[in-house]
């Protein structure tokens, strides 16, 4: 989780409320958040994934006073027009398509104020924007640029900039090797063959997204009173939340917020940025059965608004900044946040049983446990996928199941876990080698079943590195069956994703269970990769299934 450490008189005059340190220290654990420590000058804390809004003393101070008493209620931000534009051009890199921007008027910058800007920008940036890969937040002096500012692609080699805090001029492909910065985020974008920049209309770079702001135009300091406040990335979803975090953060220091008209690539124009609530609907006996309390509408209400929200005719206004709130059951757990789990009373059941863990999850345990006995690292990757992943770059044709209304471009779900392996290759060829990892999960294909969707979990491993073949990944098929006391046999095979000759079906008892193989150069040109990928994958169900038609196995209590 992140940390963030918060001056606590900034803290505690946002709040307007001063609590003794014993109240303050409860009531900060019973908001949800984890109190790392607190003294006279400093208050840290572990603030939960779900909760971004809250990673500065602005956005801690708005979500305490409420649930303290002290200012209740949907909080309001005036926006005002700037009369200012921002063109978004079709020669931007298609890996890095959307800009948002508004204006902040107003802000007495000072030591303090610039650390808690530089902090809730770089927090934001770990985590809704996932290490900038999502996306990246800028910030500049206003009187330092003119409009209408224009976010366009260009050649790396033709952008020519001094970056921030860098002694001279160097080229975009310069900074990626050459600036702290652009080294530690290069790999988001060195291999675009064009680079984002923000240009004024006097033609002065501003920036590169998502690596760094000129250090003529781009640097704030204790003169400061105007910003020109931009975020840009490749998820409009994810970017407008961490837009409205930043924007209202910087208004609850004291700023006033201006509208910027954003024109997009497909010339359709937003006025940002948007700061009305969401508007959700909460049945209260849905409510009361969940928590187990005979709540009045009036009672809802209340805590409702102790935790930042609007309420009116069983209608809740979910503030702009909370991007964790998308089903009524965040509301109902933040009803129960503002009575207080304290005031829960615990209740023993009338029934009693005894639990063991699935026999099926036990053998997938163990076989987690052998490869990462052989120096594997497991990864988790996403049930989403898209046809491009799964099917275009691993040079294969699957009937994928697509999945409506999603916001992003994975909207399939993914019918095998290799090409899931081999985009997590791609996307960690800056960290070192070998990259041996492997992965455990579901896979769906169309199939006789009540919805028409069969489900089944696969192993998937992937050796990569430079002594990566067949040889090495058969060692690891053969010690894996070795542990399990399972025979099997490899039968030839042919699979677009494997090279010719190099392929083969893994048979275990007169079932195809997987297959196994070398990664054809096509597939590694397709993701990038630059080093040879040995990989098998293996249908667990069907083989689980195989070794128990006749003999049973892996009964958790009596087996382990």
């Known amino acids: ?91 931007l890199p298609k890996e890095w398509p959307y800009a948002l921007a508004c204006v902040v008027k107003g802000i007495k910058f000072d030591d303090e104020k610039i650390r808690e800007v530089i902090q809730i920008q770089e927090k934001l940036g770990t985590t809704l924007l996932r290490k900038r890969k999502k996306g990246g937040l800028g910030l500049y002096p206003l009187e330092k640029i003119e ?46 063959r064009k680079f984002p920049v923000f240009v004024d209309s006097k033609e002065t770079i501003m920036s590169m997204p998502p690596i760094i702001n000129s250090h003529t135009v781009g640097k704030i300091d204790e003169t400061t009173r105007d910003v020109f406040l931009e975020i840009t990335g490749n998820d409009m979803y994810v970017l407008q939340h961490a837009f409205n975090i930043m924007a209202t953060s910087l208004a609850d220091m004291g700023g006033q917020i201006y509208s910027i008209d954003c024109i997009q690539q497909d010339g359709s124009k937003l006025s940002v940025p948007n700061l009305a609530p969401r508007e959700m609907k909460i049945d209260i006996s849905y409510a009361n059965k969940l928590l187990g ?55 023993l ?27 594997l690292l497991e ?13 275009e770059k691993a040079n294969c044709s699957i009937d994928l199941i697509e999945v409506r209304d999603t916001k992003t471009e994975d909207n399939c779900l993914r019918a095998w876990l290799i090409p899931c392996l081999l985009k997590v290759l791609m996307e960690n060829k800056h960290n070192e080698y070998p990259q041996n990892i492997f992965d455990i999960g ?36 053969d010690y894996l069956f070795a542990q399990l006391d399972l025979k099997y046999k490899v039968e030839e095979a042919d699979h ?51 070794m128990n038609k006749n003999v049973r196995i892996f009964h958790p209590v009596s087996d382990w």
């Open 147 to 192: 409009f209408p500012v224009r976010f366009v692609g260009m050649e790396p080699d033709e952008i020519n900039f001094r970056p921030l805090e860098y002694p001279s001029v160097i080229t975009g492909r310069q900074i990626l090797s050459k600036h702290p910065t652009g080294r530690e985020y290069a790999h988001i974008c060195q291999d675009w």
């Open 496 to 546: 677009g994703a494997f090279i010719g000759g190099r392929v083969g079906r893994i048979m275990s008892d007169n079932a195809k269970v997987g297959y196994i193989g070398e990664i054809s150069p096509e597939v590694l040109s397709n993701f990038a990769l630059e080093l040879p990928v040995a990989a098998l994958e293996l249908n667990l169900t069907e083989l689980f299934e195989t």
């Open 379 to 391: 990864c988790f990757t996403y049930h989403l996928s898209n046809k491009k992943i799964q099917c």
């Open 293 to 347: 309390t005979e709540f009045t509408e009036k009672e809802i209400k209340k805590y409702l608004e102790r935790m930042g929200y609007g309420y009116k005719n069983k209608k809740v206004y979910v503030p702009c900044y909370r991007v964790d709130v998308l089903h009524q059951i965040d509301l109902v757990e933040d009803i129960a946040i503002a009575y207080g789990y304290e005031n829960f009373n615990g209740k």
């Open 1 to 91: 989780m992140p940390t963030v450490t918060l001056n606590k008189a900034v803290f505690e005059k946002l709040v307007g409320k001063k609590l003794p340190i014993d109240k303050l220290k409860d009531r900060i654990s019973m908001l949800g958040t984890d109190l790392g420590r607190i003294d006279e000058k400093e208050i840290e804390v572990e603030i939960f994934p779900n909760r971004p809004d809250m990673l500065s003393e602005q956005g801690f101070a708005r979500a305490f006073s409420s649930f303290i008493g002290a200012k209740t209620g949907l909080r309001k931000y005036d926006i005002k027009k700037s009369g200012y534009k921002l063109l978004v051009e079709k020669s």
């Open 349 to 375: 059941p009338d029934f009693f049983t005894v639990g063991e863990e699935a026999p099926f999850e036990v053998f997938k345990n163990k076989i987690s446990n052998i490869l990462v006995g052989l120096g």
């Open 442 to 477: 579901t896979i769906f294909k169309r199939g006789n079943s009540e919805t028409g969707i069969v489900e089944n979990d696969r192993l998937a491993v992937l050796l990569c590195n430079e002594k990566s073949d067949y040889t090495k990944i058969r060692q690891v098929l």
